[in-house]
C-alpha cells in the first residue's frame, strides 16, 4: 500500500479549512505529487491515522477557551507529531489554544494572505519542500534600495533566509563566488525591474544566472514599465502608483505599502513550490538521460526519489537536492525514506547540482561522504558513475 502524507485537521471549526486544501492539492500537484497521496484525517476518520507515516497535524484553537478533540490532540503529541497550534492573534494565543500546546510556537492565521505560508509550513513538514527558506533579491540600488530592504526586513520576519548584496558577504569572503553560490541555494528571486535594471551588466547576470539555474523569479514591474526580461519561471508583478507610499516611485526613496509588501510576499510562498519542483525535475531527468544512456534501469517513487536496483539485489537510492546540500538535508533524507520504505536501503544518496557552488563547499561534501551513512552524489558525470558502481 502507497505512503500517504497526513494532514490532521482538528482542533475548532475554521473557514479557512477549504482554502488551505485547496492551496494543499494545487502545490503537491506542483511538486509532482499524486493526489491520492494526501490523506485529510479529521475527527470522523482519525482511525485512518498511522503514527508511523509522514503527518503534520493542524489544531484550530478557539477565542472563547472552549477547545475540542483533546483526546485527539493528546495522542499526537505521544506520537511527537508535528502539530501547528493556529491563531488568529498570536498575542492571545495562551487564551486561544489548549495548554497542552503552549510550549508549541503557533501560527497566525486571520486572513487569507497567510494561507500561502502557512501551506509552506505544512509542505516542510511533510518533507515535500526543504526546510531552509532561501530568498534572492535582484536589483539596482541607485534606483530601488530602500524596497530592497523593506522587502528585506519583511522577508526574514516570515523566516526567510534573505540574500541582499549589501548586507550578507562576510568580510574577507569572495564576493562575487558568495553571490553565486546564494544564488544556486535560492528557492526564489525576487527582482525589482526597474527601468535601468537592464542597463546594470550585474543584474543582468543575476538573471542569466537564475535563469540557467531554473530558478522562480517574481518581477516586480515599476509603473509605466515593461516586462521585457525573460526566463523560464517568471511571474510578472505589476506596481501600481497606489503600490507606492505618498504615490511616489521614480526616485531612489521610494518605498511600498505595507499591503503591497504583504501581497508580494504571499506571491513568493505561492511560487517557491514551483520553484523548487521545477529545478528539482531537471535534476531528475539528468539522470534519467544519464541511465538511459549507459543501459541502466531505475524508477521513479511517488515519493520523488529515484530507486535502483544492483545485479546483487540491493538497492540503491537517489534523493534529487535542490542548492547546496546542508547536514539537515542528510538527516530529513534519511528519515524520509526511513519512514516511506520502512526499512534501511544500502544507500542514500543526495543527487544535487554543483553548478555555482563554492569549491571549498564541494570539498566539505566530499569529506562528510567519509563518515556519515548518506552520501553526496553530483549530477554532472552520472553516467560514468553508474557504469563503475552499479
Known amino acids: 500500500m502507497r505512503t500517504k502524507y497526513q494532514i490532521l485537521l482538528i482542533g475548532n471549526e475554521n473557514s479557512f479549512i477549504g482554502q488551505i486544501k485547496e492551496s494543499l492539492n494545487r502545490h503537491t500537484a506542483e511538486l509532482g505529487v499524486s493526489g491520492d497521496s494526501l490523506l485529510y484525517i479529521e475527527q470522523a476518520n482519525f482511525s485512518e491515522y498511522k503514527a508511523n507515516a509522514p503527518a503534520v497535524c493542524l489544531y ?15 495522542s499526537l503529541i505521544n506520537d511527537a507529531t508535528l502539530i501547528i497550534p493556529l491563531v488568529v ?10 495548554e ?17 505560508s502557512l ?15 532561501r530568498l534572492f533579491i535582484s536589483y539596482k540600488r541607485e534606483e530601488s534600495s530602500i524596497v530592497a530592504i523593506q522587502l528585506f526586513e519583511q522577508f526574514e520576519k516570515n523566516g526567510f533566509d534573505v540574500f541582499l548584496d549589501t548586507h550578507c558577504v562576510r568580510p574577507g569572503e569572495p564576493f562575487q563566488d558568495e553571490l553565486w553560490q546564494r544564488l544556486a541555494d535560492t528557492d526564489v528571486v525576487v527582482l525589482l525591474n526597474t527601468p535601468g535594471f537592464v542597463n546594470s ?9 537564475a535563469n540557467a539555474m531554473s530558478v522562480g523569479i517574481l518581477q516586480l514591474i515599476w509603473p509605466g514599465h515593461s516586462l521585457e526580461l525573460e526566463a523560464k519561471l517568471s511571474i510578472p508583478y505589476p506596481l501600481q502608483d497606489s503600490d507606492f507610499g505618498n504615490n511616489t516611485y521614480a526616485n531612489k526613496d521610494a518605498y511600498l505599502t505595507k499591503n503591497t509588501i504583504d501581497q508580494i510576499v504571499s506571491e513568493v510562498e505561492s511560487l517557491r513550490a514551483r520553484s523548487l519542483a521545477s529545478r528539482q525535475d531537471n535534476i531528475i531527468t539528468e539522470f534519467f538521460k544519464g541511465a538511459a544512456r549507459v543501459g541502466k534501469d531505475a524508477n521513479l517513487q511517488p515519493e520523488k526519489f529515484i ?21 539537515f538535508t542528510y538527516d530529513q ?8 520504505k520502512k526499512r534501511n536501503a544500502e544507500t542514500i544518496f543526495i543527487l544535487y547540482d554543483h553548478i555555482n557552488i563554492r569549491e571549498k563547499w564541494i570539498k566539505h561534501l566530499s569529506w562528510l561522504d567519509n563518515y556519515l551513512p548518506v552520501k553526496a552524489l553530483k549530477i554532472e558525470g552520472i553516467e560514468q558513475w553508474l557504469i563503475h558502481n552499479t
Not at 530507486?307 to 542548492?323: A, H, R, S, W, Y
Not at 533524507?333 to 516511506?340: D, H, P, T
Open 100 to 116: 497542552e500546546l503552549h510550549k508549541v510556537n503557533g501560527y497566525e492565521l486571520s486572513n487569507e494572505k497567510d494561507v500561502e
Open 201 to 209: 551588466h550585474w543584474t543582468m547576470q543575476e538573471l542569466a544566472q
Open 89 to 98: 492573534d498570536l498575542k492571545s494565543f495562551k487564551q486561544c489554544t489548549p
Open 333 to 340: 533524507s534519511e528519515e524520509l525514506i526511513k519512514q516511506v
Open 307 to 327: 530507486l535502483m536496483n544492483k545485479p546483487d539485489g540491493k538497492e540503491l537510492v537517489f534523493i534529487p537536492t535542490v542548492g547546496v546540500p546542508q547536514s
Open 119 to 133: 501551506v509552506s509550513v505544512i509542505l516542510e513538514g511533510l518533507s515535500l519542500l526543504r526546510l531552509s527558506r
Open 60 to 74: 484550530f484553537g478557539s477565542n472563547d477557551g472552549m477547545f475540542g478533540d483533546l483526546e485527539l490532540l493528546r
